[in-house]
């Protein structure tokens, strides 16, 4: 009986892409992270503290902003390539309850991702995200591709001295549309008013390249502070 002859095994690749920073450094438009900054007194930048922090912090302007995001597009939604971002921040409101501080993937975002006097995200494009309006206290999820779009409030509350664990999913459900989900601490958010978990539909047809960013806005003339831990997305590459 002859010896059993066994076949190599050939990997093809990685299956997932995997983009994860901690940030014991920063300099813009170095190692994947690229800041936007709108007005005097905007900056992103490197603080002390254990395993590396960066500051997103306004003027003291009505809708000064601070962006940290992936400096490319790196992620699509898609069939059979489900998707997870997630960011791990702090921020309390300098003026009562008028910060605008968001998270998720988004296409090409320079200013504006949040728009002023509370009325939340932009009306464009393609997003998944977790924010929190000025003239809100909760997270709210936000899902949209073009003109489709649903926004959920949560009843989690936003904001404090904590450190906070923010994530977004998108699964695919068919061929067509995708489930988001969102989860704090990883405890899924819950709708405000029905009290049943969010997730909403999203068609996948145009969907456009996103990017990763963490955002905040000064809804007043108080300047405002985010500080972020680390941020990251993974997504099936195959």
Same mark, same amino acid.
């Given at each position: 009986?002859?010896?059993?002859?066994?076949?190599?095994?050939?990997?093809?690749?990685?299956?997932?892409?995997?983009?994860?920073?901690?940030?014991?450094?920063?300099?813009?438009?170095?190692?994947?992270?690229?800041?936007?900054?709108?007005?005097?007194?905007?900056?992103?930048?490197?603080? +002390?503290?254990?395993?590396?922090?960066?500051?997103?912090?306004?003027?003291?302007?009505?809708?000064?902003?601070?962006?940290?995001? &992936?400096?490319?597009? /790196?992620?699509?939604?898609?069939?059979?390539?489900?998707?997870?971002?997630?960011?791990?921040?702090?921020?309390?409101?300098?003026?009562?309850?008028?910060?605008?501080?968001?998270?998720?993937?988004?296409?090409?975002?320079?200013?504006?991702?949040?728009?002023?006097?509370?009325?939340?995200?932009?009306?464009?494009?393609?997003?998944?995200?977790?924010?929190?309006?000025?003239?809100?206290?909760?997270?709210?999820?936000?899902?949209?591709?073009?003109?489709?779009?649903?926004?959920?409030? $949560?009843?989690?509350?936003?904001?404090?001295?904590?450190?906070?664990? /923010?994530?977004?999913?998108?699964? +695919?459900?068919?061929?067509?549309?995708?489930?988001?989900?969102?989860?704090?601490?990883?405890?899924?958010?819950?709708?405000?008013? &029905?009290? /049943?978990?969010? &997730?909403?539909?999203?068609?996948? &047809?145009?969907?456009?390249?996103?990017?990763?960013?963490?955002?905040?806005?000064?809804? $007043?003339?108080?300047?405002?502070?985010?500080?972020?831990?680390? /941020?990251?997305?993974?997504?099936?590459?195959?």
């Amino acid at each position: 009986m002859g010896r059993e002859v066994k076949m190599p095994v050939f990997v093809l690749g990685r299956d997932n892409f995997d983009f994860w920073r901690d940030l014991e450094n920063f300099t813009t438009a170095q190692d994947g992270l690229t800041s936007v900054l709108t007005g005097a007194g905007a900056a992103v930048a490197a603080v +002390d503290g254990i395993g590396g922090l960066v500051t997103l912090t306004t003027g003291g302007v009505l809708a000064n902003e601070a962006i940290l995001r &992936s400096t490319q597009g /790196l992620w699509q939604v898609a069939a059979n390539r489900p998707l997870f971002a997630e960011s791990h921040l702090q921020y309390a409101e300098a003026n009562v309850n008028n910060a605008n501080v968001a998270f998720g993937l988004a296409d090409t975002v320079g200013t504006g991702w949040m728009q002023g006097a509370g009325a939340g995200p932009r009306t464009s494009g393609n997003q998944i995200m977790i924010y929190k309006a000025a003239g809100g206290t909760s997270w709210r999820a936000q899902a949209r591709n073009g003109t489709q779009v649903t926004d959920s409030n $949560s009843t989690t509350a936003a904001g404090g001295t904590a450190f906070t664990i /923010l994530r977004v999913e998108a699964h +695919d459900m068919s061929t067509t549309q995708v489930v988001c989900t969102y989860s704090v601490d990883g405890v899924p958010l819950r709708d405000a008013t &029905s009290g /049943l978990l969010i &997730s909403h539909l999203l068609n996948i &047809s145009g969907s456009a390249l996103l990017r990763l960013l963490t955002y905040v806005q000064a809804g $007043s003339a108080t300047g405002e502070v985010a500080t972020a831990d680390y /941020l990251g997305a993974s997504q099936v590459r195959f």
